[in-house]
């Protein structure tokens, strides 16, 4: 069960929902920094519930930081196979505790079964397409894509800088944004996901630098085409991405130099 929803039965005084990678820009929330205000505001364990949506970055976070734990007071994480590991199709993993699950739980009668699901039924396949990803990778393959993958966002948002182009990335994340192309076309061809001027590049495991240089150069070359005679301009993207990592015409100055 992939949704975030419904993941308590239970009446609790403080549902918290944490993000490991916002949809557009990766932003990751930190569990532990979360955990000490509680304590601080003196929330004791059985008054708050915390959720972890972690679609993206749940396969990648145990290989940076570990920072999603059971060792820690939260209630449940999820996870999607059809991104970080490619699945065909969408599916995901909702991991709880034991005592949630019992308690979820109802006895489906024309199933004469136990069953925790809103339907009483789930995909049957999708748990072999995740067990096959997981089994091909093993951990070390995991690993070398984590790796890899932030290496070429890294990669990816430094040459964008270098040419001039507004980019941001949040920290450890695999979602470059940027300006978004002017073109339609551009878009188009390269599938790119936009929201007002800005455009993000998710740097998947089955990314190649390649690919990232054939986007890099061509943008850039259209670019010079989009903003050759001074009457248009690439957008500002301050107010979004932060004014330091904005390449426009007003906060040009900035940027070269930081
Ligand atoms: C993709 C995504 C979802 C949706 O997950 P599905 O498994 O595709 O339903 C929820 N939250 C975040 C942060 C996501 O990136
Ligand atoms: C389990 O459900 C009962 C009744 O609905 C509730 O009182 C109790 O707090 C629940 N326990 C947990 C751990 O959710």
């Not at 003196?42 to 930081?65: E, K, V, W």
């Not at 199709?89 to 009668?109: A, H």
């Not at 966002?153 to 002017?182: C, F, H, T, W």
């Amino acid at each position: 069960m992939p949704r975030t929803s419904v993941v308590c039965n239970f009446l609790v005084e403080l549902p918290i929902f944490l993000l490991f990678g916002t949809t557009f820009k990766g932003a990751i929330d930190d569990v532990d920094v979360i955990l000490e205000i509680l304590k601080d505001c003196g929330y004791s364990q059985d008054r708050f519930y915390i959720h972890c949506d972690a679609a993206l970055c749940g396969l990648m976070t145990p290989f940076i930081n570990n920072m999603i734990s059971f060792k820690k007071p939260i209630g449940s994480v999820t996870i999607s196979g059809h991104k970080f590991l490619g699945c065909p199709m969408p599916c995901g993993v909702q991991i709880t505790r034991k005592s949630y699950i019992n308690n979820l739980s109802t006895n489906v009668e024309y199933i004469a079964s136990m069953d925790a699901t809103i339907s009483g039924s789930r995909n049957g396949l999708t748990p072999i397409f995740l067990w096959y990803s997981l089994s091909a990778k093993g951990q070390f393959g995991l690993q070398k894509d984590v790796k890899k993958c932030l290496e070429n966002a890294k990669y990816l948002k430094d040459r964008l800088q270098q040419a001039g182009i507004s980019v941001m990335v949040n920290e450890l994340s695999i979602i470059v944004v940027l300006e978004r192309p002017r073109d339609h076309e551009f878009v188009r061809r390269w599938q790119l996901s936009c929201v007002k001027d800005m455009a993000h590049v998710i740097v998947m495991p089955g990314i190649t630098r390649e690919m990232l240089d054939n986007f890099i150069s061509e943008l850039v070359q259209q670019r010079k085409q989009w903003y050759k005679d001074g009457k248009a301009e690439a957008p500002c993207v301050a107010d979004d991405i932060g004014a330091q990592n904005c390449a426009c015409s007003y906060h040009k100055i900035d940027y070269i130099s930081s």
